[in-house]
């Protein structure tokens, strides 16, 4: 029974081939050499695949030629057939060729429309790669056109199944093709992108998954197309790597806080899935409060220190010391350090803190005025020597300044460094302090006392003392007088008699020549003298009258006058 059975459905089955071969048969046409034909498979065997192709034999084809797998029998298949009467007299076909025929056709239509056509990235050849487009039919596809972005490792495009964009086709007997996958990608990502701005708004969540980093944050693949998590929307507080916050492959939600689609720019957020700490900040800080806070950056002009997650100030380089100059942060501080810091001010719109660190300690500026009154005697060391004068440090941190003119009652010094030099050791009396302005003025003249008021005491106007030409120059000459202070004969002074010129009367005199001179003014608020030998020429002339006429007087017992003195004279 069951014998009669598979005989029976083998008669069948061979009824339902031979219908199929009819039907083929009349649809085919005297078929022609080289023309596409829809042929019927006979029979598959271990090497062959026999097809009906409307010829008086059967055309036979590999195995190999069906790569994407074997048809059965009573299957239509595509072939070329290439001659009716091959080998034997059996006609000679091929499906690979038709397959090529068929996707060449479509190649040419994609060119000439603009259309993308499938393929596969097939290996590596100089300058890019070699893409697989079906059958026999290869392509050139450089590296510049692989992909959207650089490509880093060219092996990892390899079996990448994509679409491709014709770039360039040529009609020879060669086929040559040239694509390009960056424009196909280019314009899905630009259609993802569109899409995402017409369905997302500011404040959605969107999923992502993390492309790569830079400096300032990461990508993030939403899709074929980017968006920005910057590093300052990764978390409220300090954010020094993005790499703690986000991995690379990572899939992650985030918040779109900006959208600008003619910059074709997303920006999204993870920090924004949490409350802004600045909005309770008045509620816990005060200007004056003294809070505790790590640091966590420095800077050449400061230091920045976080008072909890997502409050960030600045310690500026001013703020560090009261006394001492600070040239570095990082020679006070360094990130980790937990510190002390008033907090001098804020702004709650921008996001600032200024602290100060200094604040937390005595300012010694306060009692500097106790500690140093005018009239004390102090020790100090030169530190810095300036044009004008020089910086004694007193202490550490607290600095005063000698001026050049408190160095000599008597001396005119040009350049403190002719009198000072550097870490020298010197004593000096404070004869000033400025707490508001950081300062304290210090003298060494002021040790002695003030040759300019002895001399004053001593020297009234009118008096005469003999000196020492210490210069000569063209407005006259400057006489040492008893107590080493200089005073100028002005050249108006230098002769008696108005006829003599200055440049003649001078010549007579030489430095360190002794000379006479007659005191005319002595300012000593100034420290400025003004003496004369004209004066005291005409000084002398008066004190020999004078003591010409008392010698008269006595031998002759009676008043003896001026008059007198002129009639003797002319009697003489």
């Not at 600045?278 to 505790?292: P, S």
């Amino acid at each position: 029974m069951e014998q009669m059975e598979v005989e029976k459905d083998g008669v069948q089955d061979r009824d339902d081939i031979q219908t199929q071969l009819e039907e083929s048969l009349n649809s085919l046409n005297n078929p022609e050499d080289n023309q596409l034909v829809d042929g019927v498979v006979i029979q598959v065997t271990d090497e062959y695949v026999f097809i009906d192709v409307g010829c008086k034999a059967e055309g036979r084809l590999p195995l190999s030629e069906f790569p994407e797998g074997l048809p059965k029998a009573g299957d239509t298949v595509s072939v070329l057939l290439i001659k009716q009467f091959g080998k034997n007299g059996a006609p000679e076909i091929s499906k690979t060729r038709a397959d090529s025929t068929r996707l060449w056709d479509t190649i040419r239509r994609a060119d000439k429309e603009k259309l993308p056509v499938e393929g596969t990235i097939a290996r590596m050849v100089k300058g890019g790669y070699e893409v697989n487009l079906g059958g026999t039919i290869t392509a050139f596809l450089p590296i510049s056109q692989s992909d959207i972005q650089k490509v880093d490792k060219p092996e990892s495009l390899l079996g990448t199944q994509s679409q491709f964009y014709i770039e360039r086709l040529y009609s020879d007997n060669k086929r040559n093709v040239v694509v390009n996958r960056r424009k196909y990608m280019e314009e899905e990502t630009d259609r993802a992108r569109e899409k995402f701005f017409e369905d997302v708004t500011i404040g959605d969540t969107v999923k992502g998954t993390v492309k790569s980093f830079t400096s300032f944050g990461a990508f993030i693949d939403l899709g074929g197309f980017d968006g920005l998590l910057h590093i300052n929307d990764m978390s409220w507080g300090h954010v020094a790597r993005p790499k703690d916050y986000v991995k690379k492959g990572q899939e992650i939600e985030l918040k779109v806080i900006r959208i600008a689609p003619e910059e074709k720019r997303i920006n999204l957020s993870l920090k924004h899935f949490t409350e802004d700490p600045w909005m309770h900040f008045e509620e816990k800080y005060h200007i004056n409060d003294i809070v505790k806070g790590t640091v966590t950056k420095l800077t050449d002009f400061g230091a920045f220190i976080e008072l909890e997650e997502g409050i960030e100030g600045l310690v500026h380089i001013s703020e560090f010391s009261w006394t001492k100059k600070i040239n570095k942060p990082s020679d006070v501080v360094k990130p980790g350090d937990e510190i002390e810091c008033m907090i001098l001010g804020y702004d709650i719109q921008a996001g600032r803190v200024s602290l100060g660190i200094k604040q937390v300690m005595p300012n010694p500026w306060d009692t500097i005025a106790e500690k140093y009154p005018v009239g004390t005697h102090v020790t100090g060391t030169v530190v810095k020597i300036t044009n004008v004068g020089a910086f004694i440090e007193l202490e550490e941190g607290i600095d005063g300044f000698l001026h050049a003119d408190d160095i000599s009652w008597t001396k005119k010094v040009k350049h403190p460094g002719s009198e000072l030099s550097q870490d020298q050791e010197l004593e000096a009396v404070v004869i000033g302090v400025e707490p508001e302005s950081h300062r304290i003025k210090l003298g060494i003249k002021q040790l002695t006392e003030d040759p300019w008021k002895k001399f004053a005491a001593e020297y009234k106007p009118g008096s005469t003392f003999e000196g020492e030409i210490t210069s000569i120059t063209e407005f006259g000459l400057f006489v040492k007088a008893p107590g080493g202070i200089e005073g100028l004969v002005n050249k108006a002074n230098v002769s008696d008699d108005r006829a003599v010129p200055f440049e003649e009367a001078v010549k007579k005199y030489a430095v360190g020549d002794k000379i006479n001179v007659f005191v005319v003014d002595v300012n000593v608020d100034k420290e400025k003298a003004a003496f004369s030998v004209r004066e005291f020429k005409r000084k002398q002339q008066r004190d020999e009258l004078s003591q010409y006429m008392a010698q008269s007087d006595a031998a002759e017992g009676g008043a003896y006058t001026l008059g007198d003195l002129l009639k003797t004279q002319q009697k003489d």
